[in-house]
Nanobody, 123 residues
Framework: VQPVESGGGLVQAGGSLRLSCAASGLTFSRYTMGWFRQAPGKEREFVAAISLSGSSTSYADSVQGRFTISRDNAKNTVYLQMNSLKPEDTAVYYC?????????????????WGQGTQVTVSS
């Protein structure tokens, strides 16, 4: 089981990107899904999480109002729409799956991780 992220790239400040994460090999609708990011020299940090049905979401303060997490259980896919991007959003973005109903913010709570996708925001 390994989620697979896509959609990263290079974008100018103020621009937008949409990340996707396809998860196979698991009963997707039973997993809370999260997005994390890691910048060079920094620890992995929580970005957003979404409940099993998609009705509830959580965000880090740094992305609240700019990023939107969503999911499509029929496609086993979770998305992260990123708007008004800033240079400080530059990082490798990871999606993760957690067999729970709790939208955890700690990375160690998650069971499965993707390989990451690079997002670079130029000033």
């Amino acid at each position: 089981v390994q989620p697979v992220e896509s959609g990263g790239g290079l974008v100018q400040a103020g621009g937008s990107l949409r990340l996707s994460c396809a998860a196979s090999g698991l009963t997707f609708s039973r997993y809370t899904m999260g997005w994390f990011r890691q910048a060079p020299g920094k620890e992995r940090e929580f970005v957003a999480a979404i409940s099993l049905s998609g009705s509830s979401t959580s965000y880090a303060d740094s992305v609240q109002g700019r990023f939107t997490i969503s999911r499509d259980n029929a496609k086993n896919t979770v998305y992260l729409q990123m708007n008004s991007l800033k240079p400080e959003d530059t990082a490798v973005y990871y999606c993760a799956a957690d067999l729970t109903t709790i939208r955890h913010r700690m990375a160690h709570e998650y069971d499965y991780w993707g390989q990451g996708t690079q997002v670079t925001v130029s000033s």
